[in-house]
């Protein structure tokens, strides 16, 4: 059973650029979170998509942006890149409407390096 | 809404020590309470998860008990070894059935 995919592993992008990130979930799993990790800031929820719809939403500006299709796949997109969003995006995908009961699945992740 | 502490790392144990690592949370309710873990350069994975109160979830030699009296899910391991080297997380839903909020990570180093 393939895990949660994410592509790419690892991006190194300029400041102002903006990226997409892609995150395939555990087959029929239709909730997908994303995280931003960071050394100082640690784990920070950023969007939660079920059934092509966002969920929840955490306290990121504008800039950050998702969406889920109707295979369940995830990208996420990051426009006008600082140097702070430096970070690994991990995704998650979970069994059920979006409780978190079950636990996650998580992504290996993609590291961003905004220079 | 939930919020979870744990321990500050990094924890430096030798092979075979008897490991236990922080948890408490503050919660509304009695929500589902999980411990992950980060091997370096991976994601993270479901260590244990304990859905209610007095449950305790086990893994691989790990186990962790709901207490509601101290609001504690302390990790712990009798016996750990090299390969348990690894970030551990701390976490719970922020909030009935929102996603979940994580603690800011214990590091783990196990040396022989």
């Known amino acids: 059973k393939a895990g949660v995919t994410q592509t790419p592993r690892y991006l190194i992008k300029t400041r102002g650029q903006q990226v997409t990130l892609s995150c395939s979930p555990i087959s029929g799993h239709r909730s997908v979170s994303w995280y931003q990790q960071t050394p100082g800031q640690g784990l920070q929820f950023l969007f939660e998509?079920?059934?092509?719809?966002?969920?929840n939403k955490g306290n990121f500006p504008g800039r950050f942006s998702g969406r889920q299709f109707s295979n369940s796949r995830s990208e996420m997109n990051v426009s006008t890149l600082e140097l702070g969003d430096s970070a690994l995006y991990l995704c998650a995908s979970s069994l059920v409407d979006a409780r978190p009961n079950y636990g996650y699945t998580f992504g290996s992740g993609t590291r961003l390096t905004v220079v | 809404g939930n919020s979870v502490t744990q321990m500050e790392g990094p924890v430096t144990l030798s092979e075979e020590a008897f490991l236990t690592i922080n948890c408490t949370y503050t919660a509304t309710g009695y929500p589902s309470l999980f411990w992950y873990v980060q091997y370096p350069g991976e994601g993270l994975q479901l260590l244990l998860k304990?859905?209610?109160?007095?449950d305790k979830g086990s893994n691989k030699g790990f186990e962790a008990t709901y207490r509601k009296e101290t609001t504690s899910f302390h990790l712990e391991k009798g016996s750990v070894q090299v390969s348990d080297s690894a970030v551990y997380f701390c976490?719970?839903?922020?909030?009935?059935?929102?996603?979940?909020?994580f603690g800011k990570g214990t590091r783990l180093s196990v040396i022989a």
């Open positions: 998509y079920f059934s092509e719809t966002q969920r």
């Open positions: 976490a719970l839903p922020s909030s009935g059935n929102t996603p979940l909020v």
């Open positions: 304990a859905t209610k109160a007095d």
